[in-house]
Nanobody, 116 residues
Framework: QVQLVESGGGLAQPGGSLRLTCVGS????????MAWYRQAPGKQRELVAE???????NYADSVRGRFTISTNKARNTWYLQMNSLKPEDTAVYYC??????????WGQGTQVTVSS
């Protein structure tokens, strides 16, 4: 069992930056993929960024070049650095991980609002 807690959301102006943090606890040894998703009101949840333990990564086209996912694996912690924020980035952001044996875990979500 893995528990995930994310933090760092808040209000930013267009062009500003925020950094989200996800801290895992429990049976974290089997984590092989760490990710961030987001869900805007009335929209489906979408993958924002993913990082695997082999260091490969994947980003949504809408955030590539602006957002960066990174991890401190020893601390079971990963981050989403969000730069050049746009109003369309407004959403609830969820951290996520996949484990082996196969399981999927989610954090509780943190609100990011980008507006002037």
């Amino acid at each position: 069992q893995v528990q995930l807690v994310e933090s760092g959301g808040g209000l930013a102006q267009p062009g500003g930056s925020l950094r989200l943090t996800c801290v895992g606890s429990g049976s974290t040894a089997g984590i092989w993929a760490m990710a961030w998703y987001r869900q805007a009101p009335g929209k489906q949840r979408e993958l924002v960024a993913e990082l695997r333990i082999d260091k490969s990564s994947n980003y949504a086209d809408s955030v590539r070049g602006r957002f960066t996912i990174s991890t401190n694996k020893a601390r079971n912690t990963w981050y989403l650095q969000m730069n050049s924020l746009k109003p369309e980035d407004t959403a609830v952001y969820y951290c996520n991980c996949n484990t082996k044996p196969p399981q999927i875990y989610w954090g509780q979500g943190t609100q990011v609002t980008v507006s002037s």
